[in-house]
């Protein structure tokens, strides 16, 4: 796989995750959506560590250690939201906290980190 290819496959994937995330908000299967909303940044978070330091990103889930190892400048409030939006990961996938996720995932509340993720993910793929 040629740099370029692998530079292609996350970008495609993290659109991929991305989409399914809309496609999932729309089944009002919203905590599924979430956790999409949460591999899309990573993907593409993974894809710009790899375009920024021609290094492979670390096998974490962490999106704000992502972003670093990325070389991005994150503000404040970026920073909360990454960090937010990572909880949706193991919130998702883990039948103990996944029952009180669930009731979370409201939504109004899956609208919000949605709309957060698009924004977020929009800001992601301009850095490339």
Partial sequence: MTERDLEKYWRDTAKDSLDTAEGLFKL??????LFFCHLSLEKILKGLVFVKTGQHALPIHDLVKLSHQAKLPLNNS??????EIATFNVAARYDNIKRDFYHKATEDFATVWLNKT???????????
């Fill in 28 to 33: 009002k299967r919203y905590h599924h959506a």
């Fill in 78 to 83: 970026q920073i909360d939201e990454l960090s």
């Fill in 118 to 128: 698009k924004e977020i993910f929009l800001w992601l793929t301009k850095q490339f």
